[in-house]
């Protein structure tokens, strides 16, 4: 599978490290229309350790953060145009639903489409797939640090 921005671009569009960076890599772009990311998920994640030590699932909130972060990327490169001077802050998720479990070993496919920007503000769709199957999906709102 091609990829159009790998780990070394990603950190330098996002403020996050490990253990918090949630995206390893950027596979798809059409600007200002979609974006597409991966996250491998490893055993070595250290959520893993509590959620839960006889049989790991990844928590929602780190799907979440997954596609937040992917949406920011998104928004860097779409909405901001490439402004990565200031933070985006995610301000909202609206009609979450978390439809299967996400395990170590899976890899996580995430779909960022735009739904509606303004000059400081974005709203995307987000899902997150596994194999083709959807395991999350969310509006995601962010705006631009003024």
Request: hydrophobic fraction near 45%.
């Amino acid at each position: 599978m091609q990829h159009l921005m790998n780990i070394h671009e990603i950190v330098n569009h996002l403020p996050h490290r490990y253990p918090f960076l949630m995206v390893d890599r950027i596979i798809e772009y059409i600007p200002h229309e979609r974006l597409v990311g991966l996250k491998n998920v490893t055993i070595n994640e250290p959520f893993f350790q509590g959620h839960f030590p006889n049989f790991p699932i990844m928590p929602g909130v780190m799907i979440l953060e997954s596609l937040g972060q992917t949406g920011a990327i998104f928004a860097y490169e779409s909405a901001f145009m490439g402004n990565t001077e200031k933070l985006i802050f995610l301000t909202g998720f609206d009609k979450v639903r978390f439809r299967r479990p996400v395990i170590p070993g899976d890899q996580l496919l995430l779909d960022l489409t735009l739904i509606q920007k303004r000059s400081t503000a974005i709203k995307m769709y987000g899902k997150a797939t596994v194999e083709g199957e959807l395991a999350a999906e969310a509006q995601i709102m962010a705006v631009l640090q003024k």
